[in-house]
């Protein structure tokens, strides 16, 4: 398993976003699903190691983040994309994405090809040597997602990673996501349903800070069958297991 | 989207060989280079243009021009870069991004902060090569002392890595306009300082302002700018220690390398304050005595250059060639006038200024010494012609009345006054006068007005003087070739004066 979580909380003084997540996944595409406030993006900082949990026990890659040495190997192998891609303006496409490669301690002398089929995977290669601040926020998101990929990760953690994409973008991204999927653990958090349901194995469903399912998508989409609100039949899976969710909690 | 190509395994690298790619990639993008057009006008209007009116002397302008010309030009510029650059991952929003990298946030801070200072020092450099190279083209003796340079090199690097700093901890909005004015004043305190009695002052190389004639008779005193340097490396290495010491900055092992770098910059700032409190103004500058090389007091072996003025030699160090016709032609009038009188020196050596706390401050000093058998006036250029606004004619009048001060047996004192009886200054003020010296009276000479002050009108001197200036010349030579040895004894009054 590239995650194994154990009763993983983390608290931001009175506010805990992160309530007891227990959790397992291997190599695949694993759909993060959850309303707003659901505590989707603590779980992926904490997942890439930006911040450490509060309680619980967390494994990466086999290996535990606690210690520094550890947590260097775990993010050698990680790609992590941001909900808010903080980017340097004046960089240009190459520049950006071959910095975060040397951040990840890439050989200098396996960077140039490493950032050329990253900058080539998200259809950037035509915009190679634009700034950064000349890109549309479409074109900035897959620069982040290049950043992301550079370093062929084991884990790789996309937080809201099709915002901002056309649908051309997100269909190629799709697919992008399922080739990553074979070989690595890819971690999306994400609002449409419709990627989970188009590139991801598994999905699990957060609401205030607890995972509330965890299943396959097709096992997501028989929950609505009956009676959820939605345009598609995972969207009523969707709605319908977060109701039944609250209504639980509400009772308990 | 394209198929991912088989996953590649590659072994870690080490920071060292990833160190100079990012470098190369921060110093390419850093927004300090967009202030070096800034810069280059502010050193063409105050550094440049200033070097224009300075004698070509490698001490005075390696040290004055580079310390207290280049510096406080570039230092606001480095620091509105460093700050701007510190506060990148904040304003940027880039903390999570880069937090989530192998590399440890210390060495990619260092990182960082090095793309701010690769532009820093080379605008420094680029500046002092400038100074330096305008200066070789005209300079006719000597080498320019590395000192100020290191020393200026070790500000720039304190100023951009504490900036950096500075807004690395404390990235808000009000960070770079705060942090700059604090440059500007901290600069303005050294200023103040130098004003001061505090010794402390010492540790700010804008407050020590060198003797036009640093470096030429004597080797350059390095003690000072030995404190200054260890103080400014001091404070960079507090501020790089300082961003290697919150928990996201690396390891247990960098943090206490980290936490050394901090306390040994603290140590080298602390070790420099303390020097600079056993200071002391020596003949030829600062100096620490637990920083003191002997060697430096020994003078620096030249040979004179030399031009006749109304028949005596006048002889400068090499240094100050450039300025020997002018200075001969000035004081020809006296000396063709004293020429041959008993007493009269026989040639005139320019020797160090002992003034050596400020150049506007330096003065004149000469006084007849004899060497070698030979009658000789010593005599200073403190205020080179066309230095600072001084004329050759003020240089003329000023080392005119030394001269004819210390003939007729008066005193000068390091302020230039002269101390006479009436009938010696009598005899002063009419030799002057006849070499075209203006001479004013007392009131006068209170009022700055230019001129040798003489004898007060109306009193029995200032008849005398009258009546002496309006004898001939070859009448009044005359008398002083009789009379001149019991002048310079005290034993003239004014009423036996012709």
Known sequence: MNIELTDLTRRFGRNQAVAGVTLEAGPGVFGLLGPNGAGKTSLLRMLATVIPPTSGRMLLLGRDPRSYERRREIRRRLGYLPQNLGYYPSFTVVEFVEYFALLKDMPPGRVPVAVAAAVERVDLGGKARAKLRTLSGGMLRRVGIAQAIVNDPELLLLDEPTAGLDPEQRVRFRALLRDLGQHATVVVSTHLVEDVGAACTEVALMDAGRIVFHGTPAELTARGAADGAGDSPLERGYTATLASARMTGTRS | ?498
Do not use: K
Request: aromatic share 8%; glycine share 10%.
């Open chain 2, 1 to 498: 989207m394209t198929t991912p190509a088989p996953r590649p395994v590659y072994t870690a690298a080490r920071p060292v060989h990833v160190a100079p790619r990012l470098l190369y990639i921060e110093v390419r993008r850093n927004v300090t280079r967009w202030l070096l057009p800034l810069l280059a006008v502010a050193f063409w209007f105050d550094t440049y243009r200033t070097s224009a009116g300075y004698p070509a002397l490698w001490g005075l302008r390696t040290q004055d021009l580079i310390l207290h010309h280049v510096l406080p030009d570039l230092v606001p510029f480095v620091a509105a870069g460093a700050v701007w650059t510190g506060a990148r991952e904040h304003r940027r929003n880039a903390a999570d991004l880069v937090t989530g990298t192998a590399w440890p946030g210390w060495g990619r801070r260092v990182v960082c902060l090095g793309g701010a200072l690769g532009w820093a020092l080379l605008a420094y450099l680029g500046c002092v090569a400038i100074v330096l190279v305008t200066t070789a083209q005209h300079a006719t003796w000597g080498g320019p002392p590395l000192w100020p340079v290191v020393t200026g090199a070790a500000e720039v690097i304190a100023t951009c890595a504490a900036g950096f700093a500075c807004a690395w901890f404390f990235p808000g909005r009000l960070a770079a306009p705060l942090i700059v004015i604090g440059v500007f004043l901290a600069q303005m305190a050294g200023f103040s300082l130098a004003d001061s009695d505090s010794r402390l002052g010492l540790l700010s190389p804008a407050t020590h302002v060198p003797p036009i004639d640093v470096g030429v008779f004597y080797p350059y005193l390095p003690d000072l700018s030995i404190a200054q340097t260890m103080f400014l490396g001091g404070v960079a290495a507090v501020a790089v220690g300082a961003l290697g010491l919150p928990a996201s900055s690396g390891g247990r092992r960098l943090r206490a390398v980290a936490a050394a770098v901090t306390v040994a910059g603290l140590g080298s700032a602390g070790t420099a304050a303390g020097l600079v409190g056993t200071a002391y103004q020596g003949t030829q500058g600062v100096v620490i005595p637990a920083l003191h090389d002997a060697a430096s007091d020994r003078p620096l072996a030249y040979s004179p250059v030399c031009q006749r003025a109304g028949g005596i030699p006048v002889c400068v160090q090499p240094a100050f060639t450039v300025y020997l016709p002018d200075t001969a032609s000035a004081l020809a009038p006296l000396l063709a006038g004293v020429a041959g009188l008993p007493g009269a020196p026989a040639r005139l050596t320019q020797e160090a200024t002992s003034c050596v706390t400020h150049v506007l401050g330096c003065t004149f000093g000469a006084e007849i010494a004899t060497s070698g058998g030979t009658r000789a006036l010593r005599f200073t250029i403190a205020q080179t012609p066309g230095f600072y606004g001084e004329n050759l004619a003020a240089f003329g009048q000023q080392t005119m009345a030394a001269v004819a001060a210390v003939l007729v047996g008066g005193q000068v004192d390091d302020a230039g006054d002269v101390t006479a009886d009436p009938a010696q200054l009598a005899v002063m003020a009419a030799l002057l006068l006849d070499a075209g010296v203006p001479v004013i009276t007392p009131a006068q000479a209170d009022a700055d007005d230019a001129g040798v002050a003489g004898p007060a009108p109306g009193s029995a001197a200032y008849a005398a003087y009258r009546r002496l200036a309006a004898l001939p010349a070859a009448a009044r030579h005359a008398w002083l070739a009789a009379h001149l040895a019991a002048l310079r004894a005290g034993h003239i009054t004014v009423r036996e004066l012709p």
